[in-house]
């Protein structure tokens, strides 16, 4: 199965921005849905944004109009940019895609963290 890594987390002031990256270890050209998720402490871990090989995509209501997910699927990477941070966006941020049925690869995880 190809593997993910995360990157670009950080510490920010609300307002700021971030882009997350999501390196694969092998090609995600045949990987429909792409996706990255968050869990923020004491919280389930809940879809933040997803996109197709096609370039379709979906955003949670909380981040519409402010994160921004693409892939290049030549660099086998997908990117979660992510601008006018807020606190409440604090959280550890997964990329991932559905594997067998019922199941999903996950990165390691990234944190990021929104100061007011």
């Known amino acids: 199965q190809v593997q993910l890594v995360e990157s670009g987390g950080g510490l920010v002031q609300a307002g700021g921005s971030l882009r997350l990256s999501c390196a694969a270890s092998?090609?995600?050209?045949?990987?429909?849905?792409m996706a990255w998720y968050r869990q923020a402490p004491g919280k389930q871990r809940d879809l933040v944004a997803s996109i197709t090989n096609t370039g379709n995509t979906i955003y949670a209501d909380s981040v519409k109009g402010r994160f921004t997910i693409s892939r290049d699927n030549a660099k086998n990477t997908v990117y979660l940019q992510m601008n006018s941070l807020k606190p409440e966006d604090t959280a550890v941020y997964y990329c991932?895609?559905?594997?067998?049925?019922?199941?999903?690869?996950w990165g390691q995880g990234t944190q990021v963290t929104v100061s007011s």
């Open positions: 092998g090609s995600i050209f045949k990987i429909n849905a």
């Open positions: 991932t895609y559905p594997y067998v049925v019922g199941s999903r690869v």
